[in-house]
């Protein structure tokens, strides 16, 4: 799983809600913004380019998938910004980001535990002025003005206005009217918490340094050598108290000398909503080289995975390696594979619309 590339000269890794993301800077990387005058410069990642147009082709107005890409990528930018900031912008949680609630193509919000809701409002390069649609006009804590490049590579912070109240709503978000990005912190800061210094946040300028900052890994992304010192992250438990014993039946787990959890994965879609039992387990073979099994199993109680469910294992780029599709009948789908200290990998399990990737770090 290595990273090939002949037109990219610096890997840096970004986040994700849903994910650990690849990020291909356009280099020289600016040291200060140039244009738009003042604005903050983001980069956006090819990963997150390709979820926003996976997203956007969900949208039911085809007139209005365009729009809804540059507004997913423009709550990346912002998300991406404030995270550095300090922050806890929070992308899951965000109506824009839901494959049902975001259909429509025209909400851009992203939820800021510390905040509350940001609208993100995409503007062309040249655009005075942006409509601010009617759904994100109540409910808001500010609106973020970003101008996307037409690649949609970079975004660029223009500034934010706080929300007015419920009488008078934002309905046109104007540049001349924004506040510098630079006193985000200021304006805000009466509804963070106490013990973020938002009032001292500055705009960034080392560029390069705040994209090492976002080199470490995201806090979500499952770190299995420490499954090795007994470390398990929230959410992974041992198989006994998720399955029942019979279940558990030496053809179901190998135990030896194997470390394993699960993890319950809820897939809901318009339909139906059900629940998977996703099964890591670690067989460390040397220092270099650890074999790693996955497993996609039902829920307790459950004989058969659901119909057309679709498993991929997904290398640092964001390919597929090893993919899988259920029929009506299987009781389970396994990968099995060798990966050596510090490499990454994710398991996507898709069902309709719904996606989820969980990430993971040898």
Partial sequence: MTYNSDDLNQLKTFWKTVETELVELQLPI????QFPPGAVPIPISSTARQKAERMASLCRNS???????????????????????????????SDCW?????????????????????ECCAMKPGQLTCPVPSEGQFGRSGYVAVEMDEEGRWGW?????????????????????????????????PNAVAESPLNQLKPIT??????????????????LRQWLNNYIEEGWQKLETLFSPEELTPAFIMRSSLIERGKQICLATQVIKQSIIL?????????????????????????????????????ENQTAVMQATTSSTNRNIRFDFNAEPEERFSIQMILGETSVIEDFEI
């Fill in 98 to 118: 839901n494959p049902i609630l975001g259909r429509t193509g025209e909400v851009a919000d992203l939820v800021v535990s510390q905040i509350g809701r940001l």
């Fill in 63 to 93: 007139d209005r998938r365009e729009t809804m890409r540059r507004n997913l990528l423009a709550t990346i930018a912002v998300h991406d910004y404030l995270r550095l900031q300090g922050y806890l912008p929070d992308l899951e949680a």
């Fill in 279 to 315: 099964i890591v387990k670690l067989n460390p073979q040397s220092e270099k080289d650890t074999n790693i099994i996955v497993e996609v199993r039902p829920q307790s109680g459950q004989l058969y995975l659901p119909n057309m469910l679709q498993v991929k294992i997904l290398n």
């Fill in 157 to 189: 912070l223009l500034g934010f206005i706080p929300s007015r109240d419920e009488v008078n709503p934002i309905e046109i978000l104007s540049r001349k009217e924004l506040y510098s990005i630079d006193e985000f912190g200021v304006k805000f800061a």
């Fill in 206 to 223: 080392d560029f390069p340094e705040a994209l090492n900052q976002l080199q470490q890994p995201s806090k979500n992304t499952v770190n």
């Fill in 30 to 33: 600016p040291s200060k913004p």
